[in-house]
């Protein structure tokens, strides 16, 4: 991983190893060295494989997998083992970090349907680290549904008060 740090490596490569890399810690590496990149467009794509893992996550039910899929099958596989879990933090991590917009549709999904409580807990955070408002209906609905966990409600609510201090109402 620190050879990946010291080395100038094109973006596009750092891709294509994500994608081939077998090892989950330094997907992890990969993905924390796009969130730090200068162009937008590199911290774009992190929203867009965001999307592609939320589609893949729970695409449950439909017809089979499709051909859109083949290579992120790669990068997350069907079971859901604790580095594959750490991986996909550090993803939503980054694009709470970098107010990334285009990710908000996975975040609200994953913070409503994953099985992982740190997961969804970390999908309210970014929502609120985004500070749209377009995610103030999920996090009411959060806040106020009983059966969640405190924590989670909690989170909710801190999100909430983001979105509101940031200001961001059309």
């Not at 973006?11 to 993905?31: A, N, S, Y």
């Amino acid at each position: 991983v620190q050879a990946l740090q010291g080395r100038e490596l094109q973006i596009k490569l750092l891709r294509d190893v994500l994608f081939t890399e077998r090892h989950p810690q330094v997907k992890t590496e990969i993905i924390k060295l796009f969130a730090q990149a200068q162009e937008p467009e590199e911290k774009l794509y992190l929203a867009h494989l965001l999307n592609d893992i939320t589609a893949k996550r729970y695409q449950e039910g439909s017809s089979g997998p499709s051909k859109m899929y083949t290579r992120l099958k790669q990068l997350i596989s069907s079971t859901e083992k604790p580095e594959e879990n750490t991986l996909l933090l550090t993803l939503i991590q980054a694009v709470g970090q970098l107010r990334l917009e285009q990710g908000m549709y996975s975040l609200n999904t994953i913070a409503v349907y994953d099985r992982s409580p740190a997961i969804r807990l970390a999908a309210v955070q970014a929502l609120g680290q985004i500070g749209s408002q377009l995610a103030i209906p999920l996090l009411q609905t959060l806040l106020h549904d009983a059966s969640e966990s405190h924590e989670l409600r909690l989170a909710a609510e801190q999100a909430l008060d983001q979105i509101v201090q940031a200001g961001n109402f059309a």
